[in-house]
């Protein structure tokens, strides 16, 4: 999963960024993207590794990209903010951080501090995005239609969908309300609409609010978090010994990097299931709802083609009979075919006849 982390200047994006992928920013630096990969926090791959004792522990992986923050009042913001949206088009989900703090040292966008303001103003720049993008395309589609071709069925299929798209967004509705089949989805991918992603809201608040989760409403908004940038920054320094005591101090059960990737997850509809061998105890990420035969196939797609079969087990139940051989004298462990949808933290050997 890829996502792209943007906001208005002085809302501490960046410090977010390097707090949770320990990636430092230099501030006088050309404003482009900067990209960085972290690991995603799953406690359960330690009790696989204690169970057996791999050769190596592979987890499952986020790309969190920088976006510089434009201001988006002016001409050279609104032309800056053009040239970088395809790095958050690229993007499967969209991460937004919103200014929630007082601190004279850092000066406010437009001179106030607004953190529900500055959310729907970059939302408006998403719409306003996706509208001439979905306009553009309805003209060129439009004056195909006059001339005589043999895809004018697929032309009338697709004006269709993206002028239901073009009434959402006018009425400022995300155009996941409206794409919502996994054909309308084909027909649409090329476009990468940013209202179609999954959006997870991020308050940069003062210190002393930082355990304070206050959730947006609307249909845009799948995840909020609170945290305090500056914190986190300072506890991503630390000795990773240190920083129990130091979240312990603060009120927090765990950092930003944690929350933060576990709410892209559940806004993203994404869960793991894992694999365990001699050789590797993996997690792997896909979408919840998915088959065993399409886990398979996350894993490497020859074991999809000769799927046989699944030995599943739910990771509590693996704790529960302290290993598999508990697990299995306990009837645990289940032999599941190509349908089975796949639960969050399965444990799965794939038989294959590839």
Known sequence: MKAAIVGLPGSGKSTLFTAVTGKAIDPYAAPEPHAAVVHVPDPRLAFLA?????????????????????????????????????????????????????????????????????????????????????TTRIERIEAALKKPTKTHEAEKRELALLTRCREALESEEPLSSVITTDDERRQVSSFAFLTEKPLVAVRNVSDDRATNVEAWDGPHVKETVSLSASIEAEISQLDPEDRPTFLADLGLEEPASDRLIHACYRAADLISFMTMNAEEARAWTIPK???????????????????IRAETVAYDDLVAHEDMKGAKAAGRVRKEGKSYVVQDGDVLQILSSS
């Open 50 to 134: 204690k169970l057996g004792n791999p050769k190596k522990v592979t987890e499952a992986t986020v790309e969190f990209v920088d976006v510089p923050g434009c201001a988006l009042d002016d001409v050279k913001g609104q032309e800056d903010w053009r040239r970088l949206l395809p790095n958050v088009r690229q993007a499967d989900l969209i991460v937004l951080v919103v200014r929630d703090f007082e601190n004279p040292a850092v000066p406010a966008y437009r001179d106030r501090i607004d953190a529900r303001a500055d959310l729907d103003a970059v939302w408006d720049e998403l719409i306003f995005a996706d509208l001439d993008a979905v």
């Open 289 to 307: 709802g998915s088959t065993a035969v399409e886990a398979a196939a996350k894993v490497h797609t020859d074991l999809a083609r000769g799927f």
